[in-house]
T-cell receptor, first 111, second 119 residues
């Protein structure tokens, strides 16, 4: 079973920041938080991951709470092409991974 | 752009056919994966190979037979499938033990998938 919970859907206006929450209250100390997204009919695309510090890359920012029980993915200036299902996953760092996908959040960017 | 290449992109097969899905990566990854995704559902893990050895089989029926001929290739052999096996089959790869640092995690990279229709 997935170890994270996300809202099933969200809407955001184009050009605004999209903030996607994720709850991972049972995350263990050696597990990372990964974010992937899946645009219709394509394979999941890696976005970002983090352990306990906030992270930023060219796609997004990841804010992890101090107790690590939740996180927020931020798309700073959402575009129509960001419409996708976003998955938050917790997984360890050692060895071959067993990523377990939850239902994700269907994010719709509106013009 | 993904560096995991899957072929074919679309496959239609009869229930008595034997076919294979192929996956290739040249990122030096030593772990490779097969996922199955039904419409409007999240991907579900089927198999994990680590250093060319099968390490995880998520109780997948024997009509699905994985094979890892070398560290860059992963196949999924299909035989006597049922219409309910129609789905998007996703291949993925990642680094494995010995090449992971605490800062790098173990990111899994997915291919674009192979759409399978069983008739």
């Amino acid at each position: 079973d997935a170890k994270t919970t996300q809202p099933p859907s969200m809407d955001c206006a184009e050009g605004r920041a999209a903030n996607l929450p994720c709850n991972h209250s049972t995350i263990s100390g050696n597990e990372y938080v990964y974010w992937y997204r899946q645009i219709h009919s394509q394979g999941p695309q890696y976005i970002i991951h983090g352990l306990k510090n906030n992270e930023t890359n060219e796609m997004a920012s990841l804010i992890i709470t101090e107790d690590r029980k939740s996180s927020t993915l931020i798309l700073p200036h959402a575009t129509l092409r960001d419409t996708a299902v976003y998955y938050c996953i917790s997984a360890g760092i050692q060895g071959a991974q067993k990523l377990v996908f939850g239902q994700g959040t269907r994010l719709t960017i509106n013009p | 752009d993904t560096e995991v290449t899957q072929t074919p992109k679309h496959l239609v097969m009869g229930m008595t056919n034997k076919k294979s899905l192929k996956c290739e990566q040249h990122m030096g990854h030593r772990a490779m994966y097969w996922y199955k995704q039904k419409a409007k559902k999240p991907p579900e893990l089927m198999f994990v190979y680590s250093y060319e050895k099968l390490s995880i089989n998520e109780s997948v029926p024997s009509r699905f037979s994985p094979e890892c001929p070398n560290s860059s290739l992963l196949n999924l052999h299909l035989h006597a499938l049922q219409p309910e096996d129609s789905a998007l089959y996703l291949c993925a790869s990642s680094q494995d033990r010995g090449r992971i640092t605490p800062d790098s995690g173990n990111t899994i990279y997915f291919g674009e998938g192979s759409w399978l229709t069983v008739v």
